[in-house]
Structures are given as structure tokens and as C-alpha cells.
């Protein structure tokens, strides 16, 4: 089946919520809060329950801002991250797999070279909500 990571950049006055991985793999990398489709979930649905396990808010998915395809150690990689608009905002996470979450200007995101754990898909998808570069919702039919 391949691996299917869906996930939101989130946006707050002015500021873009990271969080801190703490699996081992990554640890102390940051990321915005995505992960794994369950099987059997569709992509929309995927993406609101990983971003609220990992960062506590709950989100309407307002549009795509990165689609990333790849193959990876004999297996395919699909990824899709969401622009978000935040309708319920109790900021908590899940602590066995986040250490934290913080709020990040967009001109110190791209300060982070080595602390982000994927710079440049990251980057791409944090730039297209910062200028207004998000496609709809609706090209995914569920």
C-alpha cells in the first residue's frame, strides 16, 4: 500500500505552530503536526485527527498546499499537507510521540535548516500559505 502522511500548517497571528518529534528516529526535529493515514480513513478526516493528536487543535481543512510523492527504501510515499483554519484551540499533544509545540514566525522557520525534519518540504508548505498559494479543498473527492 505505501506509506500516506497527511497533516495542516497552522496559522495564528502571524505565527506557525511546529511540533517537536520525540520518537527516536527524529527526535527534536520539528515538523508540522502530521503522520500516518490509518487504513481504511480517508485523507480528510486522516489529516484533522493527526493534527489534533498532535498539537489539541481541532481544524476545518480549508485547502492543499503540498503534495509530495516518492519512493523510499522499496516502497511509495505519498504525503499532503492542508492549510487550516483552527476552530477549537486547546493547545495540548500527545506526549509519547511529541516533546512540544511552539509558534514560529515565518522568517524563523526558514532560520531552521537543522532543526526541521524535512527543511524543504516544510519550507514549500509554510511559503504557500504565507503567500496566498493554497489550492481547494475540493480536488479531493472523498
Do not use: C
Request: without cysteine; proline residues 2%; charged residues 25%.
Amino acid at each position: 500500500m505505501g506509506i500516506i502522511v497527511v497533516g495542516g500548517v497552522l496559522k495564528r497571528n502571524g505565527k506557525y505552530l511546529l511540533v517537536q518529534e520525540a520518537k527516536n528516529e527524529f527526535r527534536g526535529k520539528w515538523n508540522p503536526p502530521a503522520g500516518r493515514l490509518n487504513p481504511g480513513e480517508n485523507v480528510l478526516e486522516g489529516a484533522k485527527r493527526e493534527i489534533f493528536e498532535e498539537s489539541g487543535f481541532t481544524v476545518k481543512l480549508t485547502g492543499i498546499v503540498k503534495i509530495r510523492n516518492s519512493a523510499i527504501t522499496n516502497d511509495s510515499f505519498i504525503g499532503i499537507i492542508f492549510d487550516t483554519d483552527i476552530t477549537d484551540s486547546h493547545e495540548n499533544r500527545n506526549r509519547g510521540e511529541i516533546l512540544q509545540t511552539w509558534w514560529f514566525t515565518y522568517d524563523e522557520i526558514l532560520q531552521m535548516h537543522d532543526e526541521l525534519r524535512s527543511y524543504d518540504w516544510i519550507v514549500e508548505a509554510i511559503d504557500a500559505v504565507e503567500h496566498n498559494k493554497v489550492y481547494g479543498i475540493d480536488l479531493i473527492g472523498v
